[in-house]
């Protein structure tokens, strides 16, 4: 198989990233890459469900993996994997036998692991440019989820059309769920039982780096958690509080302390990104230094430095992303062809904890099994979005009234660089609008 006819297949299926910002897959093989990397970092504290299919579905997994690195004519394919994830190691050492361009690196459990310029670092050594992409320096990096979604399509002709969420938080009985996409997310907290609180907050994707959700959002191709919270509870008061405020404590309190920097793991890589710089300028109202602002874009959003490294409870993140959103819209781009410092040794003393991170955002009771219940649930209504990617969003092909069975074809791909959307489940096309369809069981 070459790079077109596999880039038609995963196309095909509406492969695209199963976290983040969901980036196509078939726009990822590139035969500059050389090496290919396999997240199983879990980047979000509380995340199950990459190791569990890794240990569930091992050879299938690792497999397709071997198949994406043979086609793009990479020389090593690595799968980067918590030490502590035990049972996924074991269940792949137990077939790592048949695939000869497959090894694990084990790695740290510290946050953001799974951010992939950090992960590409601890895997192969190498720096990705600030701003730049990691084909630069001969890496495509792929996550369990992803992978498994194309040995699905490949396999058993299953276009991605469900979703592996874990639901976690203030409820009765935590869960790891397959569920089709444009499920209510007030559906998935239901299959992990009694909710724990009266007034839950959705958060989705994660603590650090999520969103709050209403209950009748829909799942989508990149929703990977729901943490169900309190609406006392800290990271929920930190995170709604008005960026207004935000920037009137920096402009008080803000001591320069540089803790944020130190800890910052994009600046520990060498990318001038410096928020301490960022707070001084921001807070006082100084634009003499125009690269506290623009280096703002080579932040991650990680949220390190304001749930974790500042001691007086600030937001860096908060208000980077603020003037990140701000400089857009006035058309100003990321600086060009910055080349980073090396990393410094220091790197390694300065790596957060997740176990200390969990314990700080209040999140430690929290972190208990939730199994993963494969069966894909049963649900009467679907609201699937035609934006589930980066790229062009796809085009309504069904129109209201329309019978569709599961797997099929509702959108097709928009121009340039986009996925097709297949229905979730099967029933009738109830409404089409520019945004979703729904289906009705």
Not at 110 to 129: F, K, N
Not at 244 to 270: E, F, N, Y
């Amino acid at each position: 198989m070459n790079i077109q006819e596999l880039s038609e297949q995963l196309k095909k299926y509406g492969v695209v990233g199963a976290g983040g910002a969901g980036f196509p897959t078939y726009a990822k093989l590139d035969e500059r890459a050389n090496t290919i990397l396999l997240n199983c970092a879990e980047c979000e504290p509380l995340l199950k469900l990459h190791r569990q299919l890794l240990t569930k579905y091992a050879s299938e997994i690792l497999s397709t993996f071997a198949l994406i690195a043979d086609t793009v004519g990479a020389d090593t394919a690595i799968v980067g994997i918590k030490s502590e994830y035990t049972q996924a190691i074991e269940a792949m050492r137990s077939v790592l036998g048949n695939f000869p361009k497959v090894r694990i690196h084990e790695l740290r459990s510290v946050y953001p692991m799974g951010d992939e310029v950090v992960l590409i670092y601890e895997c192969t050594g190498r720096q990705v440019r600030p701003g730049g992409l990691p084909i630069e320096v001969g890496v495509t990096v792929f996550n369990v989820e992803t992978v498994f979604n194309i040995w699905r399509g490949m396999n058993k002709g299953i276009p991605v059309i469900d979703k592996v969420v874990s639901v976690v938080g203030e409820v009765e009985h935590p869960v790891t769920v397959r569920v089709p996409i444009g499920t209510p997310l007030e559906e998935v907290a239901a299959m992990a039982g009694r909710c724990t609180v009266k007034d839950p907050q959705y958060l989705v994707g994660g603590p650090m780096m999520g969103r709050f959700g209403s209950p009748s959002d829909p799942v989508t191709k990149t929703t990977n958690a729901l943490l169900i919270l309190s609406s006392e509870h800290y990271l929920v008061r930190r995170m709604k509080a008005p960026v207004s405020i935000d920037l009137k404590r920096a402009a008080s309190v803000c001591c320069q302390c540089q803790m944020c920097t130190d800890l910052c793991p994009r600046h520990a890589l060498g990318h001038p990104i410096e928020p301490h710089l960022f707070m001084r300028s921001a807070a006082n109202r100084d634009f003499q230094n125009a690269n506290a602002f623009l280096n703002t874009f080579f932040c991650c959003s990680c949220g390190l430095c304001e749930l974790y490294s500042c001691p007086q409870g600030l937001s860096p993140r908060t208000l980077i992303t603020e003037y990140k959103n701000r400089l857009r819209k006035e058309g100003v781009k990321a600086p060009a062809n910055v080349v980073p410092k090396p990393v410094g040794a220091w790197r390694e003393y300065r790596k957060a904890p997740e176990e200390r991170l969990e314990a700080r955002l209040g999140l430690t009771k929290y972190d208990v099994p939730a199994p993963l219940d494969d069966e894909v649930r049963a649900v009467e209504k679907v609201r699937i979005r035609l934006s589930q990617h980066i790229g062009a969003p796809a085009i309504a092909c069904v129109k209201q009234g329309d019978t569709v069975a599961a797997g099929q074809m509702i959108a097709q791909p928009g121009n340039g660089l986009s996925v097709p959307i297949h229905a979730s489940i099967s029933g009738l096309v109830t409404e089409v609008t520019q945004l979703y369809i729904e289906i009705r069981k």
